[in-house]
């Protein structure tokens, strides 16, 4: 299968690519990320993006506009909508702009499907995730491949480390490099945070 495969990150697409790989498919990286800030990380992880693709002799497109008054429109419009245990109108967002863009793409270069390394973290919203990205692929008329990466997260960082990648200590917006560094924040949300991942393993038992 002819994969378009969304990439957060060059550390998050190790297992991914090796894991696709290993199935028999072709993957092409496709990296879009308008939600990283400051420009300095976002020019950072988009470099290091490219810097993996070469060495793992991966074609990867690469959309380089930097649009954080977008993102920044579009997250606090969505921060007005009430936060649940298993969700953020947020990241929600964030999700369904980036994965709505790589199956655009994908359906309009003759891709087969689309994912993202995105799958592969621990920290993300893994249910709300996938349940975007289904939509999306009904909505647009081309197949969401799904797997959970997670299941390889530690192979991943083994194997970046081996690479020599740079690893980034945060999510990649403003939003979560506060919930990184901001300790009141922290005590604030780690037990609401807690349940979600303690529910989110629950789900998938």
Same mark, same amino acid.
């Given at each position: ?14 297992? &991914? ?8 498919? =072709? ?9 990283? @800030? &400051?420009? *300095?990380?976002?020019? @950072? *992880? ?10 793992? #002799? ?8 930097? #649009?954080?008054?977008? !993102? ?16 953020? &109108? ?9 994965? @709505?863009? =790589? ?10 499907? !689309?994912?993202?390394?995105? !799958?592969?973290? &621990?920290?993300?919203? @893994? ?21 959970? !990466? ?10 970046? +480390? =081996? ?30 945070? +807690? #349940? ?10």
């Amino acid at each position: 299968m002819k994969i378009l495969m969304h990439m957060c990150c060059g550390p998050c697409s190790c297992y &991914p690519l090796k894991k696709l790989r290993a199935d028999g498919h =072709a993957v092409t990286g496709y990296f879009f990320n308008p939600n990283i @800030h &400051p420009y *300095r990380e976002f020019k @950072h *992880r988009l470099t290091t993006a490219e810097e993996f693709a070469a060495k793992m #002799q991966m074609p990867i497109i690469v959309e380089r506009e930097y #649009q954080l008054r977008d !993102f920044l429109r579009r997250a606090l419009t969505a921060e007005r909508r009430p936060e649940t245990l298993y969700e953020k &109108p947020r990241c929600r967002m964030c999700y369904a702009w980036r994965l @709505h863009q =790589a199956a655009r793409y994908a359906k309009e270069n003759g891709f087969d499907a !689309f994912t993202s390394t995105l !799958f592969v973290s &621990p920290y993300q919203l @893994h249910d709300v995730m996938r349940d975007v990205a289904q939509k999306i692929a009904v909505a647009e008329g081309i197949a969401f491949y799904y797997e959970d !990466f997670r299941l390889g997260w530690d192979e991943g960082v083994d194997i970046c +480390k =081996a690479l020599e990648l740079y690893r980034q200590p945060y999510c990649g917006c403003i939003f979560s490099e506060e919930e990184r560094y901001n300790n009141r924040w922290k005590k604030r949300h780690g037990k609401k945070m +807690k #349940q979600m991942r303690m529910a989110e393993r629950l789900n998938n038992n």
